[in-house]
């Protein structure tokens, strides 16, 4: 019964496609697997903005919208008949016709990341060879159509703009794929499916998630930040806050290709977030050994929403980086932190197994956090300050 | 010889003859990089599925943004050019078609494209690791040597400046 | 240790989120207009004329001595005396306002008409809910609108309003008291000769 629930939507596809003639069955088996994504995220999209808003309002002690249906769950509806309904203001001197493309570029980068994510068992649309491959190159398209809206709006702030997102998301495309580097070396394999594969053991009622490993907890650790800040999401939001730069690259945009955008960057944190999953806490799989019965693709999206709460979470609660500071961060603490993961799970794989490699490799972890936090806490000589450009 | 062939070779060949023409250097770029990806999916459909994504992640995550950069630092945004298409396109018609010819007539005569049907590409992600670490070590450990030197020039000269006002 | 004071924050905001479902404290929105906020008994809002008893003209406090008129500050009041007399609150018969307007577009607060009023007849009110769609006639008050009765007054602000009709109670305790004395004093005096017409009260 279980076994049937759980693949309830791989028999149903295979029933459709049996009344498909051969001639289109390639077709239609492309078209039977891609339109089920089409609707589930953009729907998660809907429901994740009406989260946020409540979540963020509790947060901050007070409600969040309550007015448009029972708890505000009208909201989501309401928003997409105003962003309809929108003129559409387009700046004289703009380029028309790369402004008109900057959001179509931008979704459609944040869609094609989802071909390679295993969403339940056996449900993934394409089990590519390089899967985690395809999908960090889907994710550098996300940068063109940045530069792309911040250029053609020819607004300083749009193009100042579009300069520090591009300039943020180059930096920490790097500590991405280092991160994501030390689950490839251990499961040998680029293939998000045999990946999450690797995942699926128990020892006890303890799942073989990569996440509980020394070198999966901290990978892990820094694959969020990174993601946290190629989505332009708090405390990363710099080019995009409304304090700040007033929405940066798409400053000069409103109505639909504003929702576009919005669309995009909801599109690249659920992506991103999947990708998570998928790499350190086992894709489909469930926590302990005695809620297998539930269908896989529940646990995965139960895993999605819990992270992107944890999302919502840490917008509320840290606040905005500086530019400086987010890219010293980049190249000075995680980047290295990523280089250091990756000679702990060489030494983890390399050891024999036993309590013996999860001191070493903890240790070797540990000791640069111990180190950055001690040389925090030591009183810092102020410098005498030069300006620059200011005489 | 699919349909997929020709709508990709048509996609790439108008995208690369747009990169000549066009006369905006911003849009110049973007054509190109409509290229780019016309030969990525070319690769992909060839079944090379390390070389087409990597040809995405570095040509047009990496390429097409340093080249959008350049243009971004350098180039006066907002002057209106009253004709889309450069007056350079016959030197640039000139030149394409002499590289054409030359590349042509080379893989012509070469052995492997005259085979049909194609050979299948046996080379997986697995084979082109294995080859990289025990074949071309020396290569491998060349490049990174030279892109670590790069990646400390160019700390270099970002700091040069910290240390003149000291 | 590095992230200690990331994580301090996140707990914190963990419990705003949670404590916001069980404790007020930790969600201090008041849904307005279901909910309004307990108003503390010195609000005060734009004026009003206080009148005795049921009938709202007969009763009205005011006899259009223009102490306020002249005395408010950004000149809001306006009062028309009246040509003839009515018997005020206590009896005598005094002149009342033929039009009394208040301007509250102009009207600033400032309570000096309740404060020079020799009368009590003019106190502060605390109603906020004032909307209208004619910005001229609209916030232009007339008498009628005005006038509320005393319960009221001893209701929004009970104070005040005890301490004034205690001291309404005495002068009227007290006039009775020397109207009896002279009326008996008159009686005492008139015994011998009584005389029908002329009794003063």
Same mark, same amino acid.
């Given at each position: 019964m279980t076994q049937m629930l759980d693949q309830i939507f791989v028999t149903a596809k295979l029933w459709l496609m049996g009344y498909i003639p051969a001639a289109a069955k390639p077709l239609a088996s492309a078209i039977l697997s891609v339109v089920p994504v089409l609707i589930a995220f953009p729907l998660l999209f809907a429901i994740t903005t009406w989260l946020e808003r409540k979540g963020l309002g509790r947060i901050q002690n007070r409600l969040g919208?309550?007015?448009?249906g029972p708890f505000g769950l009208l909201q989501p509806i309401a928003d997409a008949i105003k962003s309809l309904t929108k003129e559409d203001i387009v700046p004289l001197r703009a380029d028309h016709a790369v402004h008109f493309l900057a959001p179509v570029l931008l979704v459609l980068a944040s869609f094609l990341g #989802?071909?390679?994510?295993?969403?339940?068992?056996?449900?993934?649309?394409v089990n590519l060879d390089a899967g985690v491959l395809y999908f960090f190159a889907a994710g550098s398209v996300v940068e063109l159509a940045v530069f792309m809206a911040g250029w053609s709006s020819r607004s300083k702030y749009s193009l100042l703009g579009a300069m520090r997102a591009i300039a943020q998301m180059i930096s920490y495309e790097v500590p991405l794929v280092l991160a994501s580097v030390v689950v490839i070396m251990q499961a040998g394999s680029l293939s998000t499916v045999a990946i999450v594969e690797k995942q699926t053991g128990y020892t006890g009622i303890f799942p073989?998630?990569?996440?509980?490993?020394p070198w999966g907890f901290v990978g892990f650790a820094l694959f969020m930040i990174a993601a946290t800040a190629e989505s332009n999401?708090?405390?990363?939001d710099l080019p995009e806050g409304e304090s700040e730069i007033?929405?940066?690259? #798409?400053?000069?945009y409103s109505g639909f290709k504003f929702a576009l955008f919005f669309l995009g960057e909801y599109l690249g944190m659920f992506a991103t977030s999947g990708m998570a999953i998928t790499l350190?806490?086992?894709?489909?799989?469930?926590?302990?050994?005695?809620?297998?019965?539930?269908p896989s693709y529940i646990w995965f999206f139960t895993k999605l929403v819990t992270l992107i709460a944890v999302f919502i979470w840490i917008r509320g609660t840290l606040p905005r980086l500086r530019m400086d500071q987010l890219m010293n961060l980049a190249w000075e603490f995680i980047l290295p932190m990523a280089l250091l993961n990756m000679l702990v799970a060489g030494v983890w794989h390399f050891m024999p197994s036993g309590i013996l490699r999860w001191l070493v490799c903890t240790a070797i972890v540990a000791t640069p956090c111990v180190l950055f936090s001690a040389r925090l806490k030591r009183k810092k000589r102020l410098q005498v300050r030069t300006y620059i450009f200011a005489d | 010889m699919t349909a997929a062939f020709f709508i990709l070779a048509a996609l790439t060949v108008a995208g690369t003859a747009a990169a000549m023409g066009l006369r905006n250097a911003v849009h110049c770029v973007l054509a190109l990089t409509v290229g780019f990806a016309g030969v990525a999916a070319l690769y992909l459909q060839l079944g090379a599925q390390f070389v087409g994504l990597t040809q995405i992640m570095v040509y047009v995550g990496a390429v097409a943004i340093l080249a959008v950069f350049a243009i971004m630092m350098t180039h006066k945004p907002g002057?209106?050019?009253?004709?889309?298409?450069?007056?350079h396109w016959v030197v640039g018609g000139v030149v394409a078609a002499a590289v054409f010819s030359v590349l042509a007539w080379a893989i012509s005569s070469s052995?492997?494209?005259?085979?049909?049907p194609p050979p299948e590409p046996s080379v997986t992600v697995l084979a082109i690791g294995d080859s990289l670490m025990h074949t071309y070590v020396l290569p491998l450990e060349l490049m990174g040597l030279l892109l670590t030197a790069a990646l400390i020039g160019a700390v270099v000269i970002a700091m040069d400046r910290r240390e003149e006002t000291k | 240790m590095v992230g200690n004071g990331i994580l301090k924050g996140l707990i914190e905001t963990a419990r705003n989120f949670f404590g916001s479902y069980v404790s007020k404290p930790r969600l201090t929105t008041v849904q307005y207009p279901e909910q309004r906020e307990p108003q503390i008994e010195a609000t005060r809002n734009f004026p009003f004329l206080v009148f005795d008893g049921p009938d709202w003209h007969a009763g009205m406090?005011?006899?259009?001595?223009q102490i306020c008129e002249k005395e408010c500050p950004p000149k809001c009041i306006f009062i028309e005396k009246s040509k003839d007399k009515k018997p005020d609150a206590v009896g005598k018969p005094q002149a009342y306002p033929a039009v009394f307007n208040i301007d509250i577009s102009v009207?600033?607060?400032?309570?000096i008409c309740v404060e020079v009023c020799p009368f009590d007849a003019i106190k502060m009110d605390v109603e906020y809910d004032l909307p209208t769609d004619d910005r001229f006639a609209g916030l232009l008050f007339d008498k009628q609108r005005l006038s509320k009765s005393n319960e009221y007054y001893n209701r929004i602000h009970p104070t005040e309003a005890g301490a004034i009709d205690a001291r309404f109670a005495e002068e009227r305790a007290k006039a009775k008291a020397t109207a009896d004395a002279k009326a008996a004093a008159a009686a005492a005096a008139a015994a011998p000769q009584p005389q029908p017409a002329g009794e003063q009260k």
């Open positions: 919208p309550n007015r448009t #989802y071909a390679v994510l295993p969403i339940g068992r056996n449900m993934v649309i073989h998630w990569f996440v509980f490993t999401r708090s405390p990363f007033i929405a940066g690259y #798409y400053i000069e350190f806490l086992g894709g489909w799989t469930a926590p302990v050994s005695f809620l297998t019965w539930i | 002057e209106d050019q009253p004709r889309i298409f450069s007056s052995g492997t494209a005259n085979q049909f | 406090r005011c006899v259009a001595c009207c600033m607060s400032c309570q």
